[in-house]
């Protein structure tokens, strides 16, 4: 019977490949932790949609004292969509009113069924594509829509009316932001 152990030789050319394969793979995971921190990047982060500050969308005087609603853009300084950051960007629409009580409030500008843009005729708020119809107050009166018009915090500063943007789910009945 032949000893059929390995040689010195042989067990230091096995530890040199397995050293070689590990200090490879070791050098591969380090390297690969940015690369793959690159691509994650923006899970798990706040995409802005909307901006978290009261945003200047006119001049009190540009609101009829008498109750009808005038139509705003609603354009946010800065905007952060995942890695780019753009500047003056229009994130939405707003209807701006006054009531009784001289107070100015807003609704949101889209429709709460699937989000379409929401016009006024003069009496109430209707949406051109699903036929919703709202009241001047923003509740709902009729159509396919679950609930009113979306309320937003409006504020009058220095002679200036800022809103508050938000975007809510649409579609159902309870006011869920995303």
């Not at 050293?19 to 690969?32: D, E, I, K, Q, Y």
């Not at 500050?53 to 540009?62: N, T």
């Not at 995942?82 to 001289?102: H, I, K, P």
């Not at 915090?153 to 002679?159: L, N, P, S």
């Amino acid at each position: 019977m032949a000893d059929e152990r390995p040689t010195p030789q042989a067990n230091r050319r096995r530890f040199l490949e397995v050293a070689t394969l590990a200090l490879g793979g070791a050098v591969g995971v380090v390297l690969s932790v940015p690369l793959v921190r690159y691509f994650l990047f923006p899970i798990g982060r706040k995409v802005v949609s909307s901006p978290d500050a009261p945003v200047d969308v006119c001049a009190l005087s540009a609101v009829p004292a008498d109750g009808r609603p005038v139509q705003v853009a609603v354009v946010s300084q800065a905007q952060r969509d995942a890695w780019v950051v753009r500047q003056e960007v229009a994130v939405g629409s707003a209807w701006v009113r006054r009531d009784r009580a001289g107070k100015v409030v807003a609704v949101s500008g889209q429709c709460p069924h699937l989000g379409c843009a929401i016009g006024f005729d003069g009496e109430r708020f209707r949406c051109p594509c699903h036929k919703s119809s709202f009241k001047a107050t923003g509740e709902r009166e009729s159509g396919p829509s679950k609930r009113g018009l979306d309320p937003l915090e409006a504020t009058v500063k220095g002679g200036r009316v800022l809103v508050r943007f938000r975007r809510f789910r649409p579609d159902v009945a309870e006011r869920i932001e995303v």
